[in-house]
């Protein structure tokens, strides 16, 4: 199963195809995709030939997918070394930074992390977008380890430098759980809020849910069950109404623990969200 690394957070950064030379339409990526690993390994070290800096940078996903990470470490350390642009140099920083993440060696994250912000600070804001990459990742680093208020500087800064609502929207849900993680659940309910909005106008409608999913249980631990109730209830009708079958079975099985007895109606919310988690084939959710 291709990790999350390149299912999610690779496919969020890659849209600044602008910025950075590599290009993602290459055999080894193709074969990745599929994981045929073998493959996509074959065809990463024929992609050297003409292009080292790919060659090595697709090599490092396809070694972490495959589980790996020391590895893929080394071939994104490589595709650093051998990148002919400081924006694919930032790229393969920021993987390497990933996979120290995923491994939880948090120290060794943040210095990579660091050290691509020094490196993006250093175009005088041509590389704006990757210092708010990096400002997030580092925020998510001290978060990791404990340090929210530092985290909190980092997340600001970061949204100070978004250039559109997608990653206002980002900066915004970081904020917000930063803020939870600080136990200042109004300010958690006010940026999850603002990250709800923004995420609305973007069209990202399972961010959308996922941050209303969040802002539901932020009213309720700030002692507002009636706003939690509210929001709850207007998730449901949201997703009903767009077909977001996943979301709803989210929605039933936060509302089994969310809502007091007298509001549920008799209704079963953990056995609803769970057969329909099973219909869906859902099973993150069982």
């Known amino acids: 199963m291709i990790k999350q690394i390149t299912l999610i957070y690779l496919f969020n950064i890659l849209f600044l195809n602008n910025l950075f030379a590599y290009n993602l339409d290459n055999e080894c990526e193709k074969f990745l995709n599929n994981a045929d690993f073998n493959k996509a390994i074959e065809a990463a070290d024929s992609l050297k030939k003409n292009d080292e800096f790919g060659g090595s940078f697709c090599l490092g996903k396809v070694l972490f997918n495959s589980n790996q990470s020391s590895k893929a470490i080394s071939a994104f350390i490589e595709a650093e070394s051998k990148a002919k642009h400081p924006s694919d140099q930032m790229l393969a920083m920021i993987f390497q930074g990933l996979v120290h993440k995923e491994a939880k060696e948090y120290d060794k994250a943040y210095m990579i992390f660091n050290k691509g912000l020094e490196t993006a600070k ?3 804001s041509k590389f704006i977008q990757f210092e708010r990459r990096f400002l997030n990742q580092i925020g998510d680093i001290n978060g990791l380890r404990g340090k929210h208020d530092i ?3 980092n997340y600001t800064e970061g949204l100070k430098k978004s250039a559109n609502d997608d990653e206002r929207a980002e900066s915004f849900a970081k904020l917000a759980v930063n803020a939870a993680d600080r136990k200042d659940y109004s300010q958690a309910v006010e940026f999850s809020l603002k990250s709800i909005l923004a995420y609305k106008k973007t069209g ?17 631990l700030d002692n507002n069950y009636e706003k939690a109730k509210e929001s709850i209830f207007n998730l ?3 997703c009903i109404d767009n077909g977001g079958e996943y979301y709803l079975a989210k929605v039933y099985l936060l509302m089994d623990t969310l809502l007091d007895p007298k509001d549920k109606n008799g209704i079963d919310y953990k056995e609803k969200g769970r057969a329909l988690a099973s219909k869906l084939g859902a099973s993150d959710l069982l």
């Open 236 to 238: 449901e009708k949201f």
């Open 122 to 124: 250093l175009g005088n």
């Open 151 to 153: 985290a909190l500087e």
């Open 204 to 220: 990202d409608l399972g961010q959308f849910a996922e941050l209303s999913l969040l802002n539901a249980q932020y009213h309720k």
